[in-house]
């Protein structure tokens, strides 16, 4: 079986192809992020008319370099939920009129699923049952995963996504979007023993989060502290060093809540190289392993798509004609 995965949810417009017998044999993703930078931001309708010009183009790509011709594709998987609706409707549109037109079957296919599976991609893949910390621009969440198409959620963000939050400081100190990988960057020139910032939620029970009051924190501390170079390398690294060690001690909690040893990390804050050294860390305490995509799949990306198309249509699963993406929709009710 020859999958065709479509990823247009945000501000990447990617296709790959997953195959049954040979795994994941071509790739392209195309990213936006010069477009909106200059706006600090993604701008939705933006984004949309992008994945319009570049998807089709991106389809004929991968198939290209998959050296296969549009009628040796028997299957079509596409990003429904969850995303931004005009970008979703482009990946969704195109992937239903090419099903049609070849006759083969279409798969909707959830866009979080997709992530914490990204991880099977690679060589060395974790087994089922596992946790699996889901934290990106959008979504900052912890999933008890049972085996593949039975999660549940354990905690999510009450507000800002881990992400988003990233992003947000990153505007307070002048730096570009992306903000992730900016103030990453910056923090490195910061001394982390000059403040120490909130770890959000550690004080309490439970799996959730919450990064909207660390923005604030972020915010009155560099109205107090002034905004000379320094200063804001020193408030980057206290902010990234609060955020990361909220999340290892949410991900410590979740594994001895569920008496699991395997832990997934995916999304695009699981490139974060101190997220990464800390919980190597945590694991190693408490006799864990964690797993990741490579980087270029941390990001949005299609292969995730196409791999979690494939599962689901090896399973007899497709959908119809009707065109149906969500913003928002549970892992649960998968």
């Known amino acids: 079986m020859n999958v065709l995965g479509i990823e247009t949810s945000c501000d990447e417009t990617a296709t790959a192809i997953y195959t049954a017998d040979k795994g994941l044999i071509a790739n392209a993703i195309y990213s936006q992020i010069p477009i909106h930078q200059k706006y600090g931001g993604v701008v939705p309708e ?29 299957g079509i998987a596409y990003t429904s939920a969850p ?12 992937g239903k ?3 049609f037109a070849l006759n083969i079957p279409t798969i909707a296919v959830h866009h979080m699923e997709a992530h914490l599976l ?15 910390l889901l934290v990106s621009g959008g979504h900052s969440m912890l999933v008890e ?5 039975k999660y549940t959620l354990l905690g999510e963000t009450l507000d800002d996504a881990a992400g988003e939050a990233f ?19 910056l923090a490195k020139q910061g001394n982390k023993k000059r403040f120490n910032f909130p770890r959000p939620m550690t ?37 990234q060093e609060a955020v990361v060690d909220t999340i290892v001690i949410k991900c410590r909690r979740a594994l001895e809540q569920t008496s699991l040893s395997r832990l997934v990390i995916a999304g695009g804050v699981s490139a974060n190289i101190l997220l990464r050294q800390k919980l190597k860390q945590m694991a190693e305490k408490h006799h864990a392993q964690v797993f990741y995509p490579r980087f270029e799949f941390c990001t949005d990306n299609a292969a995730m798509i196409a791999y979690a198309g494939y599962l689901h249509l090896a399973q007899g699963q497709q959908d119809g004609l009707k065109i149906n993406v969500h913003a928002r929709w549970s892992l649960e009710d998968l």
């Open 83 to 94: 995303g931004l609706i005009g970008a979703l409707l482009v990946g969704s549109a195109v």
């Open 46 to 74: 933006l984004a949309s008319r992008d994945h319009i010009r570049k998807l089709l183009s991106l389809i004929d790509k991968v198939i290209c370099d998959a050296g296969l011709t549009k009628d040796q594709i028997d």
């Open 145 to 149: 995963v049972a085996e593949f198409g």
């Open 97 to 99: 009129s090419l099903g």
């Open 203 to 239: 004080d309490r029970p439970g799996l959730d989060f919450s990064f909207s009051g660390l923005k604030t924190f972020t915010m009155n501390t560099l109205r107090a502290e002034g905004d000379d170079a320094q200063t804001k390398a020193d408030i980057a690294c206290a902010f």
């Open 118 to 132: 990204a991880p099977m991609l690679e060589e060395n893949k974790p087994e089922f049952p596992f946790v699996a």
């Open 167 to 185: 992003d947000k400081v990153a505007k307070l100190l002048g730096l570009p979007y992306p903000g992730g990988p900016a103030v990453a960057k």
